[in-house]
C-alpha cells in the first residue's frame, strides 16, 4: 500500500521561511517523479514544484527563486523548502508521486497525500 505524508506546515509571517517534508512508503521511490501542488480556500488545485527522478525540477512561475524541491531516495522523502513567503502562498499543500514520468498535471499522479495547511500571516 502506498503512503505519503507530509509534515512541516504552519503558520509564518510574510517574508518567512518553512520546510515541508514528504516521506513515502509502500513504493520503489527512485522510479517515480514527485510533485507538490497546492490548493488554497475556493480555487483550484495548482501545480508548484515537481522533481524528475534524475533531479531535474520545473517550478510554477508564482515560486520560482522562492521554493526549493529536493529529495533523498535514500529516505525516500521529498522535501520543499518554501522563502520569502508570501501571503498568497497560503493553501494545503499535497506532495504526489507518479510512476516515471514528470507532469506538471494533478491528474496524471497516482499517488496523493493528506496535505498539510500553510498559512502566511501579512
Known amino acids: 500500500q502506498v503512503q505519503l505524508t507530509e509534515s512541516g506546515g504552519g503558520l509564518v509571517q510574510a517574508g518567512g521561511s518553512l520546510r515541508l517534508s514528504c516521506a513515502a512508503s509502500g513504493l520503489i521511490f527512485s522510479r517515480y517523479a514527485l510533485g507538490w501542488f497546492r490548493q488554497a480556500p475556493g480555487k483550484e488545485r495548482e501545480f508548484v514544484v515537481g522533481?524528475?527522478?534524475?533531479?531535474?525540477?520545473t517550478y510554477a512561475d508564482s515560486v520560482k527563486g522562492r521554493f526549493t524541491i529536493s529529495r533523498d531516495n535514500a529516505k525516500n522523502t521529498v522535501y520543499l523548502q518554501m522563502n520569502n513567503q508570501k501571503p498568497e502562498d497560503t493553501a494545503v499543500y499535497y506532495c504526489?508521486?507518479?510512476?516515471?514520468?514528470?507532469?506538471?498535471?494533478?491528474?496524471?499522479?497516482?499517488?496523493w497525500g493528506q496535505g498539510t495547511q500553510v498559512t502566511v500571516s501579512s
Open positions: 522533481i524528475s527522478r534524475n533531479g531535474d525540477s
Open positions: 504526489a508521486a507518479r510512476w516515471m514520468l514528470f507532469s506538471t498535471l494533478d491528474s496524471a499522479y497516482a499517488y
